[in-house]
């Protein structure tokens, strides 16, 4: 009997496992991927054929095709198991009538931008003390008390 709990004691430890589980979304190895595409030499096909299907497709002067790669597992559960981005890549091309490729750029975690907010609040141009705010606001006590009857 002891056996019987020995193997399966073993046998549920054994499928434990303390590796992250990691989730993946877009084209694996976009990085290296990329490489290989050269300016003025790589054509739709060899694009197709090596990323397989853009992920956004857009058209301008010339065609713009978007490639996406991202990684993501989740922290210890001390900092409570949050998502943490291990990679994030993302690849635009740039393709002219011809089937070319004429530009190509590559962001990756480290290269990408932080975006600065501006700090400056809009202001009202309707304060209380102008008679636009006082017609409105009769207007708005008219409507919500039109005989005048509620209690204040």
């Not at 202001?123 to 039109?146: A, C, E, G, I, W």
Request: proline share 2%.
């Amino acid at each position: 009997m002891n056996k019987i709990y020995f193997i399966l004691i073993f046998l549920l430890i054994s499928n434990c496992t303390f590796n992250k589980a990691i989730k993946h979304h877009g084209v694996n190895l976009l990085e290296k991927k990329q490489e290989k595409l050269l300016i003025n030499k790589s054509n739709i096909n060899d694009i197709t054929k090596m990323l397989g299907p853009a992920s956004t497709k857009s058209t301008f002067d010339n065609d713009v095709w978007i490639y996406i790669e991202r990684k993501t597992t989740r922290t210890s559960l001390i900092k409570l198991s949050k998502k943490k981005i291990l990679v994030n890549n993302v690849l635009v091309l740039e393709i002219n009538n011809y089937g070319l490729l004429v530009k190509k750029d590559f962001y990756n975690l480290k290269k990408m931008n932080d975006l600065d907010f501006s700090k400056n609040e809009t202001t009202d141009p309707y304060t209380k003390r102008s008679f636009v705010y006082d017609f409105l606001s009769s207007m708005k006590q008219k409507l919500n008390d039109p005989l005048g009857k509620r209690k204040k």
